[in-house]
């Protein structure tokens, strides 16, 4: 399944639905900090529940050592840019990194230029854009859609590791 990737997420109830998503659809998570509040696991329980102990949850401290420690598969950005192809047209892989950018702010430049795919959920015209744990949750079951797996008969072991 591919992994979620929160980019400095601005708001804890998000990040912490995020992360139950994640849990849902038997993904992981990478946190790119800074984020817009003190990261920490009593911050997140409220939107995330017990779900927080099912995902592995892996901190990088900024996008640049994220950006250099090299992770594999594509990076995929969502984005609300009316460019981007809609996510419908994307044949997910196992190893892709699904990116959700800032609530306030989306993603910036260098973040788009090192995607290796900008996909956009299509949208009524009057809409801007889905609160970010929508958005994961919808390209997180279009991918599973799309490999046609059935839950996991059991949630894998909780893992927190802090990166760079």
């Known amino acids: 399944m591919p992994r979620l990737v929160m980019f400095q997420p601005d708001i804890a109830l998000n990040l912490g639905a995020s992360i139950r998503v994640a849990a849902c659809f038997g993904a992981s998570v990478d946190v790119i900090e800074p984020c817009g509040f003190p990261f920490s696991i009593r911050a997140l329980r409220r939107s995330g529940l017990d779900y927080l102990e099912h995902v592995a949850v892996r901190r990088w401290t900024s996008w ?3 950006a250099a420690a090299g992770e594999v598969g594509r990076l995929i950005l969502l984005t609300t840019s009316a460019d981007a192809p809609p996510i419908w047209r994307c044949a997910f892989r196992e ?4 990116m959700l950018g800032r609530e306030s702010a989306g993603a910036p430049a260098e973040v788009h230029a090192a995607a290796d795919l900008r996909l956009r959920i299509p949208l009524e015209a009057r809409a801007r854009s889905l609160n970010v744990s929508v958005a994961a949750a919808v390209a997180l079951a279009e991918a599973r859609r799309q490999f046609a ?3 996991p008969e059991s949630a894998p072991e909780a893992r927190a590791a802090s990166e760079g």
């Open 95 to 98: 190893d892709d990194r699904i």
């Open 64 to 66: 640049e050592k994220y």
């Open 149 to 151: 797996a059935s839950p």
